[in-house]
């Protein structure tokens, strides 16, 4: 009777470490691809920046400009955004 438990518990324990390796391998594919979409982020924003410092506050003003000419709807609805961040950030109690 203890053999059969013991064979029983290897089993058992085999099952788990084999779940637990299957967990801790998803996981770090996933925190593999979010380091990768972190970091390609930060490339766009960076690039962004950079562009940005080339042309000027004229540029930036001019781009702003042909993407609300292009996409009234969507830049309507960032200003929304932006004026409700900005509202909250001024109107909140200070610490």
Same mark, same amino acid.
């Given at each position: 009777?203890?053999?059969?438990?013991?064979?029983?518990?290897?089993?058992?324990?085999?099952?788990?470490?084999?779940?637990?390796?299957?967990?801790? $391998?998803? %996981?770090? &594919?996933?925190?593999?691809? /979010?380091? #990768?979409? *972190? $970091?390609? %982020?930060? &490339?766009?924003?960076?690039? /962004?920046? #950079?562009? *940005?410092?080339?042309?000027?506050?004229?540029?930036?003003?001019?781009?702003?400009?042909?993407?609300?000419?292009?996409?009234?709807?969507?830049?309507?609805?960032?200003?929304?955004?932006?004026?409700?961040?900005?509202?909250?950030?001024?109107?909140?109690?200070?610490?």
């Amino acid at each position: 009777m203890e053999n059969i438990n013991a064979s029983e518990g290897e089993r058992f324990g085999k099952r788990a470490a084999e779940k637990i390796a299957g967990a801790a $391998e998803a %996981t770090g &594919q996933k925190l593999d691809a /979010a380091v #990768d979409y *972190v $970091e390609s %982020t930060k &490339q766009s924003a960076k690039q /962004a920046l #950079d562009q *940005v410092r080339q042309e000027g506050w004229k540029g930036m003003k001019g781009r702003i400009l042909e993407y609300t000419r292009h996409e009234p709807f969507n830049a309507l609805v960032i200003a929304v955004g932006a004026g409700v961040f900005f509202g909250w950030l001024a109107t909140r109690p200070r610490e």
